[in-house]
């Protein structure tokens, strides 16, 4: 998702930070859950690299409305939406191409 938030942050400057959403940042995870009451917490970066055909396979399912990245997306206007669009197009071209995500997970105690 990094490439779409980063387009985000380009077309609409003034949209809140998805870095306050829950696991979004490197260690909030294991302190959501210490702060539940787990013990020996211990957190890990769990990652995938997907390869996409192309840019348009990769783009469409952005234009759905669907998680928070949709919603955001969604929320644009015609004229940002094509310029973040193009904007992203220049910078994975039109594939092939691979992106790597990363999630954060933890393993604790009760």
């Keep these: 998702m990094e490439p779409v938030w980063r387009g985000l942050d380009v077309v ?6 998805e870095g306050a959403s829950a696991g979004a940042r490197r260690g909030a995870t294991e302190e959501l859950m210490a702060r539940a009451g787990l013990r020996d917490v211990e957190g890990t970066e769990l ?3 997907v ?3 192309s840019f348009d ?3 469409e399912p952005h234009l759905h409305g669907v998680g928070p990245v949709g919603e955001a997306v969604a929320a644009l206007d015609d004229h ?3 310029r973040m669009e193009s904007m992203l ?3 994975l071209g039109d594939g092939p191409f691979e992106l790597t995500a990363v999630a954060f997970g933890v393993r604790a105690r009760v």
């Design 89 to 91: 197009r220049d910078d």
């Design 47 to 49: 990652s995938v690299t």
């Design 57 to 59: 396979e990769w783009w």
């Design 12 to 17: 609409d400057p003034t949209r809140p930070d």
């Design 80 to 82: 940002h939406r094509r």
């Design 51 to 53: 390869a996409h055909p």
